[in-house]
């Protein structure tokens, strides 16, 4: 029987081979040589593939063998160091949980080009190598933190016991000597002077601290324990701030700051709030923010988003991210923060821009309405959150002293006023109530007692109030918050109204029976001096007519009240004049300066500013304010010569005959002074006509 064998490494000479290829032709035997080529990096590796047979002739074995001539290429200079330097860099980037710059394959690749070539067993002793220092140094990093800690534990018990031992020299010697620090204070000077302050100490200290922190981030079990007596130990050392913490607040920043930007790209807030709060809220999740809440200084915390689901009053969002942090401890301490921090910076920017003064006060309470819907829904109606908020409030609507008290008081004018068609008895106590609750947070209380009798003075004396019963409820509402004192003159002023109705009705009987020439009307409001606003008396040249109307008025009255003094007070006077326009009839409801000057055209058809101020004895500022109200206004009764919009010296006045207007009634504003409150100025007894 013939034996048949092979081998890879034997040779054949020329001639065998060429024998054994002659014997293969002839049996139409195709033998292929695969010879398969790697490229990696520049380089080449040859596998040779052998076939061996037996050929049929009796007794005979013969052995071919085939393999590649082509010899193996040389390694280019400085690849096996360039090669290993990746391999190091990549390692040790796992180690270091960082990126790696290389592509995986490409450093498969390279490890098996390196071992093709003989390297194998000094890359794995270089491996080796690498892998045992970092495992070492964990291992040291641990063992040192310990070995500082029980240091630390050891010095504090010991200065304990020899601080009891010399307590009364401490108590004594040293408390005399402010120079010197007590017996505790020396053992911590001294342990930090000669221990921690070491740079090298300090620097292993430091890093062994934020690996922990680093490996707790990442899932690891750590000796908390020990983790809190260090960070314990640099506090009490007072080198926690400057050499701990800005390095710790470093690293986190830079931790959070790129897990951040990588949830920003991948889903918005309210998805992440969501995932955290039904799926990723592990144990060890809470455990890490419980941590770093406790443990460290919150102000590193910024929670990323939160304006904007207050800005946008995500309701939903809002109440996932108080439940997470309610959950977690210390967690709703930096939400309030947050909270305070944002109430104030929205609200001042309501208060302070002078742009939106207009509109200040309706936007204070929608914003009110805001947080009031959010603490009620989203913070469960958490008390610490309605006095934060209360607080924020006060704080921001006080920055700008006055204004905000202003125009609270005008805002409830405009509500108040005759004419105010927006809202139903009912809805107009409910913005009563809202407005009160603005009303208890500002400091100038004073302030808004000032604009508001002047603006409910004017809307009791011209009949412009909208309800006397919402007058009324407003009053009890300021007496309810602010006591009687507050509110005693205001009251005061309703009961003038009332018994100057009473006054009249007695009034009108006594004129029946007195033969007054004229057809003009006379009604008289009684003022108390202490209840009303400071109004500067002005004498004027009144029509005979009015003045004898007044006289007989003064006798009335003075009749039933002896001992009283009148003041009449002509800025507070208005009238009806009946007027007569190429177009038709019209009344106008003018005031009493704005009568004088009109009345003066059914003596002559053209005036000069000097010769009106003559007639009419009305004070210069007042006079070109009057003037301009009828000259220059949308209901322009008068024309001026020469056109334009001030009243100037040599200006010329003539009654507008072609004046035009669609309603038969027209009331003519006074142009006003701006409005200034003058506090504490003796107010005085008046009577408006």
Same mark, same amino acid.
């Given at each position: 029987?013939?034996?048949?064998? $092979?081998?890879?490494?034997?040779?054949?000479?020329?001639?065998?081979?060429?024998?054994?290829?002659?014997?293969?032709?002839? %049996?139409?035997?195709?033998?292929?040589?695969?010879?398969?080529?790697?490229?990696?990096?520049?380089?080449?590796?040859?596998?040779?593939?052998?076939?061996?047979?037996?050929?049929?002739?009796?007794?005979?074995?013969?052995?071919?063998?085939?393999?590649?001539?082509?010899?193996?290429?040389?390694?280019?200079?400085?690849?096996?160091?360039?090669?290993?330097?990746?391999?190091?860099?990549? /390692?040790?980037?796992?180690?270091?949980?960082?990126?790696?710059?290389?592509?995986?394959?490409?450093?498969?690749?390279?490890?098996?080009?390196?071992?093709?070539?003989?390297?194998?067993?000094?890359?794995?002793?270089?491996?080796?190598?690498?892998?045992?220092?970092?495992?070492?140094?964990?291992?040291?990093?641990?063992?040192?933190?310990?070995?500082?800690?029980?240091?630390?534990?050891?010095?504090?018990?010991? +200065?304990? +016991?020899?601080?009891?031992?010399?307590?009364?020299?401490?108590?004594?010697?040293?408390?005399?000597?402010?120079?010197?620090?007590?017996?505790?204070?020396?053992?911590?000077?001294?342990?930090?002077?000669?221990?921690?302050?070491?740079?090298?100490?300090?620097?292993?200290?430091?890093?062994?601290?934020?690996?922990?922190?680093?490996? @707790?981030?990442?899932? @690891?079990?750590?000796?908390?324990?020990?983790?809190?007596?260090?960070?314990?130990?640099? $506090?009490?050392?007072?080198?926690?701030? &400057?050499?701990?913490?800005?390095?710790?607040?470093?690293?986190?920043?830079?931790?959070?700051?790129?897990?951040?930007?990588?949830?920003?790209? @991948?889903? =918005?807030?309210?998805?992440?709030? &969501?995932?955290?709060?039904?799926?990723?809220?592990?144990?060890?999740?809470?455990?890490?923010?419980?941590?770093?809440?406790?443990?460290?200084?919150?102000?590193?915390?910024?929670?990323? #988003?939160?304006?904007?689901?207050?800005? =946008?009053?995500?309701?939903?969002?809002?109440?996932?991210?108080?439940?997470?942090?309610?959950?977690?401890?210390?967690? /709703?301490?930096?939400?309030?923060?947050?909270?305070?921090?944002?109430?104030?910076?929205?609200?001042?920017?309501?208060?302070?821009?002078?742009?939106?003064?207009?509109?200040?006060?309706?936007?204070?309470? &929608?914003?009110?309405?805001?947080?009031?819907?959010?603490?009620?829904?989203?913070?469960?109606?958490? =008390?610490?959150?309605?006095?934060?908020?209360?607080?924020?409030?006060?704080?921001?609507?006080?920055?700008?002293?006055?204004?905000?008290?202003?125009?609270?008081?005008?805002?409830?004018?405009?509500?108040?006023?005759?004419?105010?068609?927006?809202?139903?008895?009912? =809805?107009?106590?409910?913005?009563?109530?809202?407005?009160?609750?603005?009303?208890?947070?500002?400091?100038?209380?004073?302030?808004?007692?000032?604009?508001?009798?002047?603006?409910?003075?004017?809307?009791?004396? /011209?009949?412009?109030?909208?309800?006397?019963?919402?007058?009324?409820?407003?009053?009890?509402?300021?007496?309810?918050?602010?006591?009687?004192?507050?509110?005693?003159?205001?009251?005061?002023?309703?009961?003038?109204?009332?018994?100057?109705?009473?006054?009249?009705?007695?009034?009108?009987?006594?004129?029946?029976?007195?033969?007054?020439?004229?057809?003009?009307?006379?009604?008289?409001?009684?003022?108390?001096?202490?209840?009303?606003?400071?109004?500067?008396?002005?004498?004027?040249?009144?029509?005979?007519?009015?003045?004898?109307?007044?006289?007989?008025?003064?006798?009335?009255?003075?009749?039933?009240?002896?001992?009283?003094?009148?003041?009449?007070?002509?800025?507070?006077?208005?009238?009806?004049?009946?007027?007569?326009?190429?177009?038709?009839?019209?009344?106008?409801?003018?005031?009493?300066?704005?009568?004088?000057?009109?009345?003066?055209?059914?003596?002559?058809?053209?005036?000069?500013?000097?010769?009106?101020?003559?007639?009419? #004895?009305?004070?210069?500022?007042?006079?070109?304010?009057?003037?301009?109200?009828?000259?220059?206004?949308?209901?322009?009764?008068?024309?001026?010569?020469?056109?334009?919009?001030?009243?100037? &010296?040599?200006? %010329?006045?003539?009654?507008?005959?072609?004046? %035009?207007?669609?309603?038969?009634?027209?009331?003519?504003?006074?142009?006003?002074?701006?409005?200034?409150?003058?506090?504490?100025?003796?107010?005085?007894?008046? /009577?408006?006509?």
């Amino acid at each position: 029987m013939a034996e048949e064998s $092979s081998s890879s490494s034997s040779s054949s000479s020329p001639t065998a081979a060429t024998s054994q290829q002659q014997q293969l032709k002839n %049996k139409s035997i195709l033998i292929s040589s695969v010879a398969s080529v790697h490229h990696a990096n520049g380089l080449a590796k040859s596998s040779t593939t052998t076939s061996s047979f037996a050929n049929s002739k009796p007794g005979s074995a013969k052995k071919l063998v085939i393999k590649n001539f082509k010899d193996k290429p040389k390694l280019p200079e400085n690849y096996t160091d360039e090669t290993w330097q990746k391999l190091k860099e990549a /390692v040790e980037a796992i180690q270091n949980s960082t990126s790696i710059k290389y592509n995986l394959e490409e450093l498969y690749q390279a490890v098996e080009n390196l071992c093709s070539y003989k390297i194998s067993a000094n890359l794995y002793k270089q491996l080796r190598q690498i892998c045992e220092d970092h495992i070492k140094a964990q291992i040291h990093h641990v063992l040192f933190l310990k070995k500082i800690d029980r240091c630390w534990q050891n010095h504090c018990r010991q +200065m304990i +016991m020899i601080r009891s031992i010399f307590l009364f020299l401490d108590r004594t010697y040293v408390l005399q000597n402010s120079m010197l620090p007590s017996i505790w204070d020396m053992g911590l000077e001294l342990f930090r002077a000669h221990i921690i302050s070491d740079q090298k100490v300090q620097n292993k200290t430091i890093d062994g601290i934020l690996l922990l922190i680093e490996r @707790e981030r990442n899932g @690891e079990a750590i000796d908390r324990s020990l983790l809190r007596s260090l960070l314990s130990m640099l $506090s009490d050392l007072q080198i926690y701030q &400057d050499s701990f913490e800005q390095r710790f607040l470093e690293e986190t920043n830079r931790l959070y700051a790129a897990e951040g930007q990588k949830l920003m790209q @991948e889903r =918005e807030i309210s998805n992440s709030l &969501d995932q955290y709060h039904n799926n990723n809220l592990t144990e060890f999740s809470l455990k890490c923010l419980a941590f770093l809440f406790t443990v460290f200084n919150a102000k590193m915390f910024e929670i990323s #988003g939160l304006n904007s689901l207050l800005d =946008e009053n995500r309701i939903q969002d809002l109440s996932l991210l108080y439940q997470l942090f309610s959950r977690v401890r210390g967690g /709703v301490q930096v939400l309030l923060q947050q909270w305070i921090e944002y109430i104030k910076a929205f609200g001042s920017t309501i208060v302070i821009k002078s742009e939106k003064d207009k509109t200040m006060v309706q936007e204070l309470l &929608d914003f009110k309405d805001k947080v009031d819907h959010i603490i009620d829904i989203c913070f469960l109606k958490n =008390e610490k959150f309605i006095n934060a908020m209360k607080k924020a409030f006060e704080t921001f609507i006080n920055k700008r002293p006055n204004k905000p008290a202003e125009l609270i008081a005008k805002y409830v004018d405009s509500k108040l006023r005759a004419g105010n068609k927006e809202a139903t008895d009912e =809805e107009l106590e409910k913005m009563l109530d809202k407005i009160m609750i603005i009303f208890r947070f500002i400091y100038g209380k004073d302030v808004f007692e000032a604009f508001y009798k002047k603006d409910l003075a004017k809307r009791l004396l /011209v009949g412009k109030s909208a309800s006397v019963d919402a007058e009324k409820s407003m009053l009890s509402k300021l007496k309810h918050e602010c006591g009687a004192a507050f509110t005693s003159k205001l009251e005061g002023m309703f009961k003038d109204m009332e018994l100057s109705k009473d006054i009249m009705i007695q009034f009108k009987q006594y004129m029946q029976n007195q033969n007054v020439p004229g057809n003009i009307e006379l009604t008289v409001n009684i003022l108390t001096m202490g209840y009303w606003p400071t109004y500067v008396p002005m004498e004027v040249h009144l029509p005979p007519e009015m003045v004898k109307l007044q006289e007989i008025f003064k006798t009335f009255y003075l009749g039933k009240h002896s001992g009283r003094k009148l003041q009449w007070q002509s800025t507070l006077g208005h009238c009806v004049l009946k007027a007569e326009f190429k177009e038709g009839k019209k009344e106008l409801q003018v005031s009493l300066f704005q009568t004088l000057v009109l009345l003066m055209f059914n003596e002559g058809e053209e005036f000069s500013l000097e010769e009106i101020k003559q007639a009419t #004895g009305i004070e210069d500022g007042e006079l070109r304010r009057t003037l301009q109200s009828l000259a220059c206004g949308k209901a322009r009764v008068l024309a001026k010569n020469p056109k334009g919009k001030d009243i100037e &010296d040599g200006d %010329k006045f003539i009654c507008n005959d072609d004046f %035009k207007h669609k309603l038969f009634r027209i009331k003519i504003n006074q142009i006003q002074m701006k409005e200034t409150v003058c506090l504490f100025l003796k107010t005085f007894f008046l /009577v408006s006509n």
